[in-house]
């Protein structure tokens, strides 16, 4: 009796192990082919080979994320031709219209979770996206495609729930009206600054000489977090502001500064879009899955009960045997009942278990919290900007020398505070958390052993200030 | 009793795996040509290879029935670049697509009615010029002319679009706008004209929404 018993319980327990951990083969890392991703990775920036061997190893799902995040770092560090190809591919993806797609159906059913879907970011990631592109058309002196990103992206910021929150993403109207001033084109930078003005009183529009815009962005990304089946946004960054100096060689004894003005502010877009259509779908998920656990328990508490009656204790000696059989009759009803209650609990519980509520939690974790910036008028002798970091209550935290990257009539200034390469190669929620705590190790070249083997402990922190 | 027990067990389990056997087997899609002048696999709302090829075959076939293009006594020079051929839209794309296109087909198509300046390689041609004159190489076979072709007529255009999304459906639409224009480099007369417009809509899984 005692071995049946156990028995029993192992087949339970093993029936709910095999359903712990269930996890899509979508959301599993591959390993890429190795000849082909040495080569791959051969002109790649050292600092950043293990983030693209993550991104390879991670593909379609993720690949709109890790373009994201590759395409920033590598701008970051003035890669533009590789940060052109990454964001060009991410907004490919974004613009890529999912009707009867696969995947897409594959994410709203009840028992695969929202994150086996291709991801495509939320508005405010993906007009981040089209704003950095906006910035290499800038970089590379091409005023209108700058233009077009800069428009294209204020267009992803259409849907939010709240009317006041629609196409309220100040800095691109900004950066359109710029990118129109730069190639000449007054009506139309007239138009833009229009649409700016509207949403934005404060911050200072350029004048008709300006010939450099100066970006600034401080802070950490905002962070996405699951509340149930709710996408939750929650800031992470500080408050810093930016105070510009500059030497102009014509003269030399003036110490000219400015402060840049708020342009953005990224967390502020990300927490206002309210919410999304697919959350009413992941509600109803929950709602199942809440019902599906109140029938298990109910369930299980009542083969528990079942099952007390059937193995109390039978009649007494001496009772009519008539009665005897009664008793044993209702111990044998009540053994059924507790076999078929605990079976409808099991299989409850396990539904329960298996349905798939959480929202998709995977976002952009090298962006910042805010755009801040200027525009200035200097001459072309004036080659490099010094940009210096405050804290709200004054105290200087650090500054850099940062060159005018001028193309056209106009120049460019970028300065994210603290680095832009991510320090975990793997997107935050990116992969399951046993796979976002294993190293990260690029297998050695299969045609040279001395090929590089680099290994990191796992990161879960985020970037480090510079 | 035991049998039927362990086959419940057994079905529960194999229901619950059931529900984690999600292997993208997708068996992949091998290369395929596709014609550049249909709708492919991937579409959005912007401006595609089927427009392109749409509207610069219409603008050709147009402006080949222009007279004062195409039959003039004397074929004039043309000049047709992106130049001053200006995006304004929401669609990134690379303009000489289309003006490549455009002067390539009329290229071909005019059989030598119209005579097509290559301004975009203006300065490939007078490196060359110096080189000759300085001795640097020899003159080649071709007579030397005074100075490079000047243009009688240029092609100027705008590429403009109108956005609009629901943002209760996620429906989105685009009004895209492009208009070609031929202006008489002496007198900036427009002596042509032409207009491509098409409006795509497109509505994302909810998903994204």
Same mark, same amino acid.
């Given at each position: 009796m005692a071995a049946a018993g156990a028995s029993r319980l192992t087949s339970c327990l093993v029936a709910a192990a095999m359903t712990v951990g269930c996890v899509t083969a979508r959301e599993q890392e591959t390993s890429p082919d190795l000849g082909s991703v040495h080569a791959y990775l051969d002109d790649k920036p050292t600092e950043l080979r293990r983030h693209f061997f993550i991104a390879q190893a991670q593909g379609q799902r993720n690949r709109v994320l890790n373009d994201m995040r590759l395409g920033l770092a590598t701008f970051a560090l003035g890669r533009n031709?590789?940060? %052109?190809?990454? +964001?060009d591919d991410a907004l490919q993806g974004i613009e890529a219209v999912y009707a009867d797609n696969e995947q897409a159906?594959? *994410?709203?059913? @009840? @028992?695969?979770?929202? $994150?086996?879907?291709? +991801? =495509?970011?939320?508005p405010y990631e993906r007009v981040m996206a089209y704003y950095y592109r906006g910035l290499l058309y800038l970089r590379a002196g091409d005023f209108e495609n700058a233009r077009a990103s800069f428009k294209g992206g204020m267009l992803q910021d259409a849907f939010a729930e709240e009317q006041q929150y629609r196409a309220d993403f100040a800095l691109m109207p900004f950066l359109q009206g710029w990118a129109a001033h730069c190639s000449g084109n007054a009506s139309l930078a007239a138009e833009d600054f229009k649409e700016f003005r509207a949403i934005n009183k404060d911050a200072p529009l350029p004048r008709d000489k300006d010939n450099v815009l100066v970006l600034v962005e401080t802070g950490d990304a905002p962070v996405k977090i699951s509340d149930g089946a709710r996408l939750r946004i929650k800031r992470s960054g500080s408050t810093e502001t930016a105070r510009i100096s500059w030497t102009d060689p014509d003269h030399p004894k003036d110490h000219p500064e400015d402060s840049a003005v708020l342009l %953005?502010?990224? /967390?502020? $877009?990300?927490?206002?879009?309210?919410?999304?259509?697919?959350?009413?779908?992941? %509600?109803?998920? !929950? %709602? /199942? =899955?809440?019902v599906a656990d109140t029938v298990g328990n109910a369930a299980l508490i009542g083969a528990i009960l079942a099952a007390k009656v059937a193995t109390e204790s039978g009649p007494r000696r001496g009772t009519k045997r008539k009665d005897r059989e009664r008793a044993e009759d209702v111990q044998?009803? !009540?053994?059924? *009942?507790?076999?078929g209650l605990a079976l409808i609990g099991l299989l409850s519980k396990l539904t329960a278990h298996a349905i798939e509520s959480e929202a998709d939690t995977r976002y952009w974790d090298n962006l910042s919290d805010r755009v801040q910036g200027l525009t200035m008028t200097l001459s072309d002798k004036v080659t490099a900007l010094r940009v210096e970091f405050q804290s709200p209550g004054g105290t200087m935290l650090g500054g850099r020398d940062i060159p005018i990257q001028r193309a056209g009539r106009c120049g460019l200034v970028w300065i994210k505070d603290g680095t832009a390469i991510p320090r975990n190669p793997r997107a935050p929620n990116s992969v399951p958390a046993d796979i976002m705590a294993s190293p990260v190790i690029i297998p050695a070249a299969p045609a040279s052993p001395a090929a590089l083997v680099t290994a990191s402990p796992p990161a879960t922190g985020r970037d480090s200030k510079e | 009793m035991r049998r039927p027990y362990a086959l419940s067990v057994a079905i529960a389990a194999a229901l619950a795996l059931a529900a984690c056997q999600r292997v993208d087997n997708t068996a992949g899609a091998p290369t395929v040509y596709i014609d550049p002048g249909t709708?492919?696999?991937?579409?959005?709302?912007g401006i595609e290879s089927q427009d392109v090829i749409a509207m610069t075959d219409q603008m050709l076939r147009d402006m080949l029935s222009q007279p004062r293009l195409a039959n003039a006594a004397m074929p004039?020079?043309?000049i047709i670049d992106s130049e001053y051929f200006h995006n304004e839209s929401s669609s990134r794309l690379n303009k000489n697509s289309i003006t490549d296109r455009l002067r390539v087909g009329l290229n071909r198509a005019a059989a030598g009615r119209m005579q097509f300046v290559g301004r975009h390689y203006a300065d490939m041609v007078a490196k060359e010029r110096d080189l000759k004159r300085q001795g640097t190489v020899d003159k080649a076979t071709l007579p030397a002319a005074g100075?490079?072709?000047?243009?009688?007529?240029r092609l100027g255009g705008r590429i403009t679009s109108l956005d609009s999304r629901d943002p209760k459906t996620g429906m989105m639409q685009r009004y895209n706008q492009i208009i070609f224009e031929m202006v008489d480099l002496e007198t900036s007369e427009i002596v042509w004209s032409g207009i491509y417009e098409f409006a795509k809509a497109a509505q994302d899984d909810i998903i994204y929404r």
């Open positions: 031709q590789l940060s %052109e190809q990454l +964001f159906k594959k *994410a709203r059913e @009840l @028992l695969t979770r929202e $994150q086996v879907k291709d +991801f =495509k970011g939320e %953005e502010d990224i /967390y502020r $877009q990300a927490s206002t879009r309210g919410g999304r259509q697919f959350d009413a779908i992941l %509600e109803g998920k !929950a %709602e /199942y =899955k809440s044998q009803g !009540a053994a059924i *009942a507790a076999g | 709708s492919g696999p991937v579409k959005g709302v004039p020079n043309v100075a490079q072709k000047g243009g009688d007529y």
